[in-house]
Structures are given as C-alpha cells and as structure tokens.
C-alpha cells in the first residue's frame, strides 16, 4: 500500500458542482494531516489542515476517519478558480516528514 | 518579504558540473524540507532538518546529492557530477516545529534546475 495514495484525475467538473476528493494513508502513526493546492508550475500552497472533527472553510470542507485511514476534502459551488491539483499531506508519524500523495488535477469548467 | 526563499530561480548546467542550491527559511522556522518534482510528477521527498541535524535524509537518491544547514536557519543542497534525470524543480519548505505538532510546510518558489 502506497504512503498517500489520490485518484489522480482528471475530474472535469462544470461551474458550480460539488466534488469530492479522497486520499487514503498507511501509516497509522501518523498525527497531521493537510490539503495543498498546487498550480501549474508553482509551488503547493497550504489550503487547509484537516482535523479529526472535520473542518469547514468557506466551500471547503476537509474530514478525517482515522479508523479508516481516510480523508476527504469537499469543494462546494465550484469556481472556474479552482482549478489545479489538490494534494493530500499526512506525516510520517511523530515528528516524521510530511509525505505528499500524487495529488488529484481539477478542472472547472464554464 | 517573509516567505521562504530559494536561490537561483533558475539554473542551466552542463551534465558533469556540481551545482549548488541554496534556501532561506522563514525566520524562527526549525524544520526545513528538501523535496523535488519532475515535469508533471509528484514531490520528492529528499531531506528534512531539524535544527541543524538532518532525522530524515532517507530521500536523497544517491551520494552526488548532500545537504547542511548550518546556523539552524540557511540550508544547502548540492548535487555533484549532475546528470540529466537531475533536472527538476527543487522546492524548499520550512515549518515552525517538527510536523507532530501539526503544521504545515510553506514552500518557496523553487530552483528550476536543466542539465544540458
């Protein structure tokens, strides 16, 4: 089983949908959790931190099933901006490295 | 500004010569992260510091590549007798504390590196 494993996409979605991303981690150690968008040919930026209460910011909502060793991320109302890839960020257990997964590529359409 | 900055925004060289990577971090950030990405790929992860030390080398793909960061802040990466498949975008990250304490990673803009 990979470290952070992502449907890579390409999920082609018009203006104004909802949707769903989902990542899947192994190592159940691990304490921190993250969304990061990435733009083409720039560096990821942070989106948000994803806690184990499940968190909402704005149209993004991130949630946590550390049974599972599953997280989501949820895009609501779709923007033409929000087009990049998303990628999902757990670390390597306590004070481990944070390992990024290959990341899923929206595109939003008008 | 106050973001985490790397130097040279860009580098070509020829296969054979070493290079040198520099990153500064946001000041009063411990951790610092060494990672690369290839055209349309993912990160690579290749080194992380703490402080000065370096608890996970465990991503640098072969003995060309070494790093220090000395001083607790500036890091180094150098990559000796460069290769062609050494070409990418080699992005720094640095975080406030060590990733258990839940924060994330703020990247720099990158080195683009082409090796002739």
């Known amino acids: 089983r990979k470290e952070v494993e992502q449907d890579p996409g390409p999920f082609n979605v018009p203006e104004g949908a909802t949707v769903a991303f989902n990542c899947t981690y192994s190592?159940?150690?691990?304490?921190?959790f993250f969304w990061y968008r990435q733009d083409c040919r720039k560096e990821p930026k942070l989106l948000m931190s994803?806690?184990?209460s499940g968190n909402e910011d704005g149209r993004f909502t991130a949630q946590l099933n550390r049974a599972s060793q599953y997280i989501s991320l949820l895009i609501r109302d779709s923007k033409l901006s929000d087009s990049a890839t998303y990628l999902c960020?757990?670390?390597?257990?306590?004070?481990?490295?944070?390992?990024f997964g290959k990341g899923t590529k929206l595109s939003v359409k008008p | 500004g106050a973001g985490v900055s790397q130097s040279p925004s860009n580098k070509v060289t020829e296969k054979g010569k070493d290079v040198e990577l520099r990153c500064d971090p946001i000041?009063?950030?411990?951790?610092l992260y060494w990672y690369r990405q290839s055209l349309g790929q993912g990160l690579e992860f290749l080194i992380y510091?703490?402080?000065?030390?370096?608890?996970?080398k465990s991503g640098l793909p072969s003995d060309r590549f070494s790093a220090e960061r000395t001083g607790g802040s500036v890091s180094t990466l150098t990559i000796q007798r460069t290769q062609q498949e050494d070409s990418a975008v080699y992005l720094c990250?640095?975080?406030?504390?060590?990733?258990?304490?839940?924060?994330?990673?703020?990247f720099g803009d990158g080195t683009r590196l082409s090796i002739l």
């Open positions: 990250a640095s975080s406030p504390a060590g990733t258990g304490y839940n924060q994330p990673q703020h």
């Open positions: 190592n159940s150690a691990s304490q921190s």
């Open positions: 994803v806690y184990s």
């Open positions: 960020v757990v670390n390597k257990g306590w004070q481990g490295n944070l390992i």
């Open positions: 000041s009063g950030h411990t951790a």
């Open positions: 510091f703490q402080g000065n030390s370096a608890p996970d």
